[in-house]
Structure formats: structure tokens, C-alpha cells
């Protein structure tokens, strides 16, 4: 059971937007930033965005994140077949004093 | 471009010892936090732990009691050792970099290794 709540799946034809959920509380994302990972099958984690809303450099601005108290969110619009990947968000809490994240989100375009 | 590159053994008896070592090459150790994560396979990311290359640890509560990490600047990589493993302990180990911490607090990993296939088995 992970701390973060994401739905298990979310599906969307290429070219279309997507939106996806990051659920917590007052002691995890309510009290810290929130960064998103992207993990295409067989690799490693990639950094999508951090403090809630910042892209790395190399991230189009095709992904959007956004923060409102204790739910975060992922927007991906323009979506390719290549964004096909599991999706998660993570933080810091404070009660369990460790980083957690969300069991994760797979990305179907259809 | 950083680029980590995680190395061990991809076996390991119950009982016995993980031990883990992340490289470091296009970038420095210093001064940033480096961490560990975990994941079984189809499953999703488990925080181990991190280390400031000053040496300053930050551990899963849930394994702290069998984890230790250390950093070696001069050869720019850090290691972890994980006791006592059973086949629970057996996942994907990636190595990652935090960029940014605000008093030992990090939510951020921008570089990651490809990860290593670690199995507990006898």
C-alpha cells in the first residue's frame, strides 16, 4: 500500500491530453514539493517534474504539473506513443520521515 | 551529462549481505546527496536511503536497522550494505542523485543508474 494514491491506469488516443492524479495529506505533499518520475518499460526512473510545477531542461513543456493542498497533478497534452510509460509522484513525509511515492500510473495511447 | 552505474553481485544468499556500489562519472560527488532506491519488479519505488558526501546518512526507517551507506569521494562513488537479506529484499536497486535538500530533506532525484537486478535466493 503506498502513501501517495494514483490511479492504477489512464488511457487517451496520441494528440490528446491526459491528466493524472497524486493524492496525500497534510504530512506529505500538504508540507513538501512534489516531483514526477516517467518510467518507460525496462528503465530507470526519469525526472518529469519537480517543485510541484519546474521542468527540467530537457522536459518539453508538453508536461505541466500542478499542486492545490494535498493533491498534485500531471497534465501531459500533445500525447505521443512514446509517452507510453508508468507514471509516478513523490515527496517527502514527515510522520514516516522518508521519501514515498505513489504506486504509479500506466499510460495507454490508444 | 552524470551518469551512474550501479555494480555488485546480482546474487545473494539469504542471511548474507547486499552490497551495492554506484559510480559517479561527468560530475562531482560533491557537494550533493546521493541515494538509493528499490523495486520489485511490475511493483513501485522504495526509498532506501541517502548520504551527503560529507558522509551524513538518511535512512528508511523501515530498513534502518539493517542499512549502512558510505561515500568515497576520492574514487567519486558511494556504496550500500544491506544485512540479513531475505527474499523480500529482492528488486531492481537504483542508484540516483539529489540535486537540491533543504535540511537533509530531498524531493527531488534528476540522475539515476540503469539499475541492478539483485535476487535473494539460496
Known amino acids: 500500500q503506498s502513501v501517495l494514491t494514483q490511479p492504477p491506469s489512464v488511457s487517451a488516443a496520441p494528440g490528446q491530453r491526459v491528466t493524472m492524479s497524486c493524492s496525500g495529506s497534510?504530512?506529505?505533499?500538504?508540507?513538501?514539493?512534489v516531483s514526477w518520475y516517467q518510467q518507460l518499460p525496462g528503465t530507470a526512473p526519469k525526472l518529469l517534474i519537480f517543485?510541484?510545477?519546474k521542468r527540467p531542461s530537457r522536459i518539453p513543456d508538453r508536461f505541466f504539473g500542478s499542486k492545490s493542498g494535498t493533491s498534485a497533478t500531471l497534465d501531459i497534452a500533445e500525447l505521443q506513443t512514446g509517452d507510453e510509460a508508468d507514471y509516478f509522484c513523490?515527496?517527502?513525509?514527515?510522520?514516516?520521515?522518508?521519501?514515498?511515492f505513489g504506486g504509479g500510473t500506466k499510460l495507454t495511447v490508444l | 551529462q552524470v551518469n551512474l552505474q550501479e555494480s555488485g553481485p546480482e546474487l545473494v544468499k539469504p542471511a548474507e549481505t547486499l552490497s551495492l556500489t554506484c559510480s559517479v562519472s561527468?560530475?562531482?560527488?560533491?557537494?550533493?546527496?546521493w541515494s538509493w532506491f528499490r523495486q520489485v519488479p511490475g511493483q513501485g519505488l522504495e526509498w532506501i536511503g541517502y548520504?551527503?558526501?560529507?558522509?551524513?546518512?538518511n535512512f528508511n526507517p523501515s530498513l534502518k536497522s539493517r542499512l549502512s551507506m558510505s561515500i568515497d569521494t576520492s574514487k567519486n562513488q558511494f556504496s550500500l550494505r544491506l544485512v540479513s537479506v531475505t527474499p523480500a529484499d529482492t528488486a531492481v536497486y537504483y542508484c540516483?542523485?539529489?540535486?537540491?535538500?533543504?535540511?537533509?530533506?530531498?524531493?527531488?532525484?534528476?540522475?539515476w543508474g540503469q539499475g541492478r537486478l539483485v535476487t535473494v535466493s539460496s
Open positions: 540516483a542523485r539529489a540535486p537540491f535538500c533543504s535540511q537533509a530533506v530531498c524531493t527531488r532525484f534528476d540522475y
Open positions: 561527468g560530475g562531482s560527488v560533491m557537494p550533493y546527496y
Open positions: 548520504i551527503f558526501h560529507t558522509g551524513t546518512t
Open positions: 497534510i504530512s506529505n505533499i500538504g508540507s513538501h514539493f
Open positions: 517543485d510541484d510545477v
Open positions: 513523490g515527496t517527502w513525509d514527515n510522520s514516516l520521515s522518508a521519501v514515498v
